[in-house]
Nanobody, 126 residues
Framework: EVRLVESGGGSVQPGGSLKLTCTFSGDTFNQDIGWYRQAPGTECDLISLISPDGSTQYAAPVKGRFTISQDNVKNTVYLEMNNLRPEDTAVYYC?????????????????????WGQGTQVTVSS
């Protein structure tokens, strides 16, 4: 079984930066690992993923501001978030699944597919 644990959330002012960490264990062979977020009253959106070959994808609202990366030695995926905006406020989850890009959104996080972490809160406010 795959287990994922997120960390690194917190509160930051607009324009600030945070780096989220997703540490995973278990067999993630051939699985994409991605980051979702959900704000109150909204759907659960896929914002970025990294594939086993190292290719990355980003949703339009975060492209150019967020960077996803993976350390295969540490079994960790990072999400570096720069120039944060109040609308980035949400609970952020990491998830693993084969073909994760099929699941662009879900009604709620965690979604009914793949493996999920417990989530970490990010608040952007002045």
């Amino acid at each position: 079984e795959v287990r994922l644990v997120e960390s690194g959330g917190g509160s930051v002012q607009p324009g600030g930066s945070l780096k989220l960490t997703c540490t995973f264990s278990g067999d993630t062979f051939n699985q994409d690992i991605g980051w979702y977020r959900q704000a109150p009253g909204t759907e659960c959106d896929l914002i970025s993923l990294i594939s086993p070959d190292g290719s990355t994808q980003y949703a339009a609202p975060v492209k150019g501001r967020f960077t996803i990366s993976q350390d295969n030695v540490k079994n960790t995926v990072y999400l570096e978030m720069n120039n944060l905006r109040p609308e980035d406020t949400a609970v952020y989850y990491c998830a693993a699944e084969v073909g994760l890009g099929r699941y662009i959104l879900a009604s709620e996080c965690p979604g009914g597919f793949g493996y999920w972490g417990q989530g970490t809160q990010v608040t952007v406010s002045s």
